[in-house]
T-cell receptor, first 112, second 115 residues
Framework: NAGVTQTPKFRILKIGQSMTLQCTQD?????MYWYRQDPGMGLKLIYY???????DKGEVPNGYNVSRSTTEDFPLRLELAAPSQTSVYFC???????????FGPGTRLTVL | GNSVTQMEGPVTLSEEAFLTINCTYT??????LFWYVQYPGEGLQLLLK?????DKGSNKGFEATYRKETTSFHLEKGSVQVSDSAVYFC??????????????FGKGTKLSVIP
């Protein structure tokens, strides 16, 4: 049981490039989340999903897109990377809304 | 809207010292409260939680009591160890309507424990 896994661990992008951050969970959780963590700012919710095929915006969705084709996977897409997207990105999942969220180890992204 | 305010860090303590990290919240509903811990280079993991007023969450020697009258959920530990060095996040889970809940995090408090 690996829990929540994320790839890659680190990535450097140039302005305007695109990339996909991968997230997979093996706990059969319906709920999945993407957060970004900026220094001294806590975590901000980007997007979340309540099940396969259903996604919704969080607090800071601009510049990102998500999809949820399976229960296990919840990739986050950056289309035109900007320096403001330099951050650490965490994926999380939970059994139900309001229950404990399990976090992945994070992806550290730098946009130069 | 919802918000969580926790004490500014960093906090540096000697081993076996008493720890308090203050956390207060503002919520439109009746939230559940959490403390998450992030060890260096890792993701967040749940430390403890409380779901209703006067509940006490506890784990690994840490405790926090849900105080509705003061809208607080302060984290305490009687004797810290070097292994407790981490960033601690207070969070609340509140209804957004339509049966959905979201976590709102504080900014985090970095704790360093020195031998």
């Amino acid at each position: 049981n690996a829990g929540v896994t994320q790839t890659p661990k680190f990535r450097i992008l140039k302005i305007g490039q695109s990339m996909t951050l991968q997230c997979t969970q093996d706990m059969n959780h319906n709920y999945m989340y993407w957060y970004r963590q900026d220094p001294g700012m806590g975590l901000k919710l980007i997007y979340y999903s309540v099940g396969a095929g259903i996604t919704d915006k969080g607090e800071v969705p601009n510049g990102y897109n998500v999809s949820r084709s399976t229960t296990e996977d919840f990739p986050l897409r950056l289309e035109l990377a900007a320096p403001s997207q330099t951050s650490v990105y965490f994926c999380a999942s939970s059994y139900s809304t309001g229950s404990e969220q399990f976090f992945g180890p994070g992806t550290r992204l730098t946009v130069l | 809207g919802n918000s969580v305010t926790q004490m500014e860090g960093p906090v540096t303590l000697s081993e076996e010292a008493f720890l308090t990290i203050n956390c207060t919240y503002t919520a439109t509903g009746y939230p559940s409260l959490f403390w998450y811990v992030q060890y260096p280079g890792e993701g967040l993991q749940l430390l403890l939680k409380a779901t209703k007023a006067d509940d006490k969450g506890s784990n690994k020697g840490f405790e926090a009591t849900y105080r509705k009258e003061t809208t607080s959920f302060h984290l305490e530990k009687g004797s810290v160890q070097v292994s407790d060095s981490a960033v601690y996040f207070c969070a609340l889970s509140d209804s957004t309507g339509a049966g959905s809940y979201q976590l709102t995090f504080g900014k985090g408090t970095k704790l360093s424990v020195i031998p």
